[in-house]
């Protein structure tokens, strides 16, 4: 796009400028500007806690199956409806909760974790390392992410872990490219040749310099891409790789139900999909918010 | 001057933006009157209020901005009250305005003829329009007419193939393509070269004395203003602080802010160390403290009652066409040095 | 000038084919165990197992049977599915119309509504249709497209009755229309037969809506972003000042420039709509390209799997290339500053 931005017509300029607001303070102005930033914060907090104490606090065992009690729509004894195979849904649907942020979070982690080097290095090196962690990168975006991830889950094998490398895989070039532009835009601040100047090491630069200067757009990506990760797990699931039933996952759950939809039962599904459509939504609107905050210019 | 009713008289506009920050008093109690043909230069420091004023005339302030007050006759009508449709029509047609950085200020990816040819197409039924030749003939010799040589070749050109100094003559033929009444040149030559400044006013001068326009030629530089301008109007933070023929402001100028600017404005045989800024910097607009002439804070002159009463733009001594707005206007008795400050009685001017 | 303009973009497009080649040969010799085993069948003998071995090349060095495996790829071999016997490739080439049919159609409907959508907001910032734009634009990117899809189908097909019942492209009642494209609508119109068009557009309703309202989100996003970032720009100041009208300032002057940014980020989008278009297919039982790796995937055949991966990897690459192409053709600037 190279369209100028240029301001609208000059307003009269103030004649002392005021000292900047401070980090904290545009924080707070974020999250009352918007109130659902502030919703997005809670109901993340809720998942996380969810996630961690989910299978003791279930009303009933969410592997227990009681054919007595198959496809029953939603009652005061189980909130979501049973199952077709008597199982409760809404047991099934927290305790998937567990399952589905742990593999996103490994995900995300581990991307971050092995594209931040990677991406800075490119940025601050250039040359022959640039060359090949871009062609690496690019390679991948050749692929339909979701078509890969099912690639490589099909190749290795059916199993969680195959489907945390699948998805750390596919998210690797969202963190290179982010942490490749930074180091490639302070290069050759001078800041940087100062430090170099003064005996720090590449490494030292890297580490200490040009990675938090990286951690905000990082982070932003983080949240977006926690989001989708979920999706990510969830589709494959859905699909039939990865994660195997009895085991509670949100999309093998909604997989188990799809049958049902036709013939009405739709709760088997229904209340996997918006709890994992809630969850997805969280991180989005928390990855909106990050980016407002770091950097309001780009606000979509 | 003329018997003529001015073609633009602006009284007492008053206009402010509303902010995240506070309310910016843009503009206070504006007048300004353009007779046919004459160019007005309008000059003070970045942040004074003139190009705001330009964008008010046309009626294409930002969406913040709000008048509170006054009136800008044109031709009769009054253009703050007038309604988007009007105006719209009125815009390059009867009045047009140029900006600063011509090539940003036209559309990348059209063809400079075309967007010649939208404002022909919009204006098709202005007066003097030549309408037996195609819109494309006319974008051409539109271009003709600001001396931009092969337009037949130039007309298909995109913006990002010509130069500043071209792109700026391709404004000023899409302003002037349906012959408007008042043309309105917010810092027209800033960012281009010397030479290339030159050629561009002599080229607005020209087709403004060949075609009886009006032009309101706003900038910062006082010395441009000078080898062009019928008049100047200087303004400061918001206000009119004088406004005189050409000759006259050089020779006598009254309002202390005006000396300073000119003292500011390096001639062909000033030496550095005779320039002097004008001291303190433009109050902050959003204060609801200003003094009420504006300048009292930075003018060595100033005195309690420039801070409490706002002075008039008034004639100062003979010559009705110099006007001044200032308690203690240059070339009359120094400021009394007594904490009371009572005004200077006009008795005591040399005159 | 131009025309050595698309070359550089051809060749620039060569290495991501190259590297889609070399990964998904990587992953078919990836395979746990012995890939031998894999394309031998289950109840296959040692011996069966160790001719195939022979047979696909697979006791060679690797980087000898990357080459037999590009050449294979020259020949238009993908291998055979274990579960029907039948080539892969020719499989994938019959199946590949219903897909991008579907994808396609989707794409036109999300444009249709994301287009005026971003504008909307664009022009009224702040206001209640630029916030309804920017949660639908959220909630769509949140979305699940199994989710959606389900939903549709159980809203508009069980409760309300007027979709068709998920089965596929054609209800069973109709034949398919004589193949010209693939495409049923267009073969449909080619041959005359308003009753097999409508037919065939019903049943395209629900995945085609499902698919439109995931990938409504980025290109809304995009589209608003983008007239807020021009509708700011000098040029449409000088365009109001001017007289022009609003209309005009808005589309030829305001949207024009704006899709630019907006062309580049189709390319994302295909990417999304080609990795859905799989779980559609799953959800919709449509016959594409996706529900046959599907299936292969559940039947433990490999071979189509890995002729699926391949195939859109090397049609993303294709689309792609296309968008910039499209792009060097919309905006002057790229032509011919070269």
């Known amino acids: 796009m190279s369209a100028s931005l240029t301001p609208s017509p000059p307003a009269a300029a103030p004649a002392a400028p005021t000292a900047q607001p401070g980090w904290a303070h545009h924080a707070r102005h974020v999250l009352t500007e918007n109130p659902v930033t502030g919703v997005a914060a809670v109901l993340l907090a809720l998942f996380v806690l969810l996630a961690l104490v989910g299978p003791w606090i279930v009303p009933h065992d969410p592997l227990a199956s009681n054919a007595s009690v198959a496809l029953q729509p939603p009652s005061a004894q189980h909130w979501f409806g049973t199952d077709a195979l008597g199982r409760d849904i809404f047991s099934r649907v927290i305790v998937a909760t567990r399952l589905d942020l742990g593999i996103a979070f490994a995900s995300v982690a581990f991307s971050f974790l092995i594209g931040m080097p990677l991406g800075l290095a490119a940025g601050y090196f250039g040359g022959w390392w640039d060359r090949i962690v871009t062609r690496l990168a690019d390679t991948i975006m050749a692929f339909p992410l979701f078509v890969l991830a099912m690639g490589i889950v099909a190749a290795l094998g059916n199993t969680v872990g195959n489907i945390v490398l699948a998805t750390v895989i596919i998210n690797l070039p969202f963190y290179i490219r982010v942490a490749r532009a930074e180091a490639n835009v302070r290069r050759n601040a001078g800041w940087i040749e100062a430090a170099r100047l003064s005996g720090n090491s590449n490494l030292r630069i890297l580490a200490v310099h040009l990675f938090p200067n990286a951690l905000p757009p990082a982070m932003v990506q983080v949240s977006l891409n926690m989001g989708w990760a979920i999706l990510n797990a969830a589709g494959l699931s859905f699909i039939g790789l990865g994660v195997r039933p009895p085991e509670p996952e949100w999309g093998i759950l909604v997989a188990e139900g799809a049958q049902f939809i036709v013939s009405g039962e739709w709760w088997v599904s229904f209340f996997p999909g918006a709890m994992l459509m809630l969850a997805v939504f969280t991180f989005n609107l928390l990855g909106d918010a990050l980016r407002d905050l770091f950097d309001p210019r780009r606000r979509t | ?351 | 000038m131009i025309l050595k303009l698309i070359g550089k973009r051809l060749l620039g497009a060569l290495p991501n084919l190259v590297g889609v080649v070399v990964i998904t040969f990587i992953l078919t010799r990836a395979l746990p165990g012995d890939p031998a085993a894999y394309f031998a069948g289950g109840a296959a003998t040692q011996e069966a197992i160790d001719q195939v071995r022979q047979q696909l090349g697979l006791d060679r060095p690797l980087l000898e049977q990357f080459f037999r495996y590009v050449a294979a790829l020259f020949r238009g071999d993908l291998g055979l599915s274990l579960t029907t016997g039948q080539p892969v490739a020719q499989e994938l080439i019959s199946r590949l119309p219903a897909s991008l049919e579907m994808v396609l159609l989707a794409l036109v409907v999300s444009c249709a509504v994301a287009l005026p959508l971003g504008v909307l907001a664009a022009t009224r910032p702040g206001s209640w249709i630029d916030q309804l734009c920017r949660v639908l634009t959220t909630a769509g990117v949140s979305l699940p497209t199994f989710f959606t899809g389900l939903l549709l189908a159980y809203v508009f097909y069980f409760l309300l009755g007027w979709a068709p019942s998920p089965l596929g492209r054609l209800d069973p009642m109709f034949s398919p229309p004589p193949q010209v494209t693939g495409l049923y609508l267009i073969d449909a119109a080619l041959a005359g037969q308003p009753d097999v068009w409508w037919a065939s557009f019903k049943q395209l309703i629900l995945p085609v809506v499902t698919m439109a309202l995931f990938v409504l989100a980025p290109i809304a996003r995009m589209t608003r972003a983008s007239m807020l970032a021009v509708l700011s720009a000098d040029f449409i100041r000088t365009a109001r000042a001017s007289g022009l009208s609003p209309m005009t300032v808005l589309v030829r002057y305001g949207l024009r420039n704006a899709l630019l940014p907006v062309v580049t980020t189709l390319g994302m989008v295909f990417g999304f709509m080609l990795g859905s278009s799989v779980i559609v297919e799953k959800v919709f039982g449509w016959p594409g390209v996706g529900s046959y790796a599907i299936d292969a995937l559940t039947a433990s055949d490999y071979a189509p799997v890995q002729g699926f991966v391949l195939a859109m990897g090397i049609l993303f690459v294709l689309l792609n290339l296309l968008v910039d192409l499209l792009y060097v053709w919309i905006d002057p600037r790229v032509s011919i500053e070269g």
């Not at chain 2, 004459?38 to 930002?62: F, P, Q, R, T, W």
């Not at chain 2, 007038?82 to 059209?110: C, K, V, Y």
């Not at chain 2, 030629?217 to 100047?232: G, N, V, Y």
């Not at chain 2, 202390?256 to 550095?272: C, F, I």
């Open chain 2, 1 to 351: 001057m003329t018997a003529q009713p001015p073609l633009l008289d602006v009284q007492g506009l008053s206009l402010e933006f509303r902010t995240r920050s506070g309310t910016v008093q843009a503009l206070d109690g504006v007048d300004l009157r353009v007779a046919r043909g004459e160019m007005v230069g309008l000059v003070g420091e970045s942040g004074s209020g003139k190009s705001v004023l330009g964008y008010a005339l046309l009626g294409i302030s930002d969406r913040a901005a709000a008048v509170t007050g006054g009136r800008a006759l044109f031709g009769g009508l009054d253009l703050l009250q007038a309604d988007e449709r009007t105006l719209a029509d009125l815009r390059g047609r009867e009045m047009s305005m140029i900006f600063q950085s011509p090539r940003t200020a036209l559309n990348p990816i059209r063809p400079v003829g075309l967007q010649i040819e939208d404002v022909l197409r919009r204006h098709a039924a202005a007066p003097g329009a030549d309408l037996s030749r195609s819109l494309r003939q006319r974008a051409v010799q539109a271009l003709r007419d600001v001396a931009i040589a092969d337009p037949e070749r130039r007309v298909d050109a995109y913006p990002f193939e010509m130069s500043g100094g071209m792109c700026q003559r391709v404004m000023i033929a899409l302003a002037l393509a349906c012959r408007p009444r008042l043309l309105v040149a917010d810092e027209p030559t800033t960012g281009l070269d010397v030479t290339t400044q030159a050629a561009v006013m002599d080229l607005i001068a020209t087709l403004a004395r060949e075609r009886d326009m009006a032009t309101v030629f706003i900038t910062h530089d006082l010395a441009l203003a000078a080898d062009h301008c019928d008049r100047i109007v200087v303004m400061h933070a918001g206000h009119v602080v004088e406004a005189a023929p050409t000759r006259a402001l050089f020779q006598q100028p009254r309002h202390p802010y005006t000396a300073r600017l000119m003292s500011s404005t390096p001639g062909a045989e000033t030496a550095l160390a005779d320039l002097a800024p004008v001291p303190g910097n433009l109050p902050d607009l959003r204060r609801a403290d200003l003094p009420a002439c504006r300048f009292a804070e930075r003018c060595e002159r100033a005195t309690e009652r420039c801070r409490t009463a706002r002075p008039p733009l008034q004639a100062v001594d003979a010559d009705p066409t110099h006007t001044v707005a200032c308690w203690h206007p240059l070339g009359t008795a120094a400021v009394p040095t007594a904490a009371a400050g009572t005004p200077v009685a006009l008795e005591t001017l040399d005159g």
